[in-house]
């Protein structure tokens, strides 16, 4: 079972780290690659200055989302902890308590 966590774990930590490094490298292309000598219609480095610009437009949304699900599943969780915490008590009487009433 705890080789299974580690397993997920790394992996988790590997597809991030894949994620980054595409970020980082397609930046780092257009960045470098933005002032070229254009060959004009065709031009295989304005391809793929393309190519790179969708691909962080992409992963950019993509994590956006994610961020937001996992802020909305956090706030959603902790809103309802008071509600389901009420569920589960039982309600206390004087009854139920016990308590001797005297005059």
Known sequence: MKYGKNHRRSLALLLALFIAAAL????FFVFTHLKHDCTGKGCSV???????????????????????????CICVKNL????????????????????????
């Open 24 to 27: 980082l490298f397609s930046s």
């Open 46 to 72: 304005c391809t793929e200055i393309g190519t790179c610009i969708r691909t962080i437009h992409l992963l950019s949304d993509a994590i956006g989302w994610g961020a937001a699900g996992i802020l909305v």
């Open 80 to 103: 309802g902890k008071p509600y389901a915490a009420g569920l589960y008590l039982c309600p206390a009487s004087l009854v139920r308590l016990k308590v001797r009433l005297n005059h």
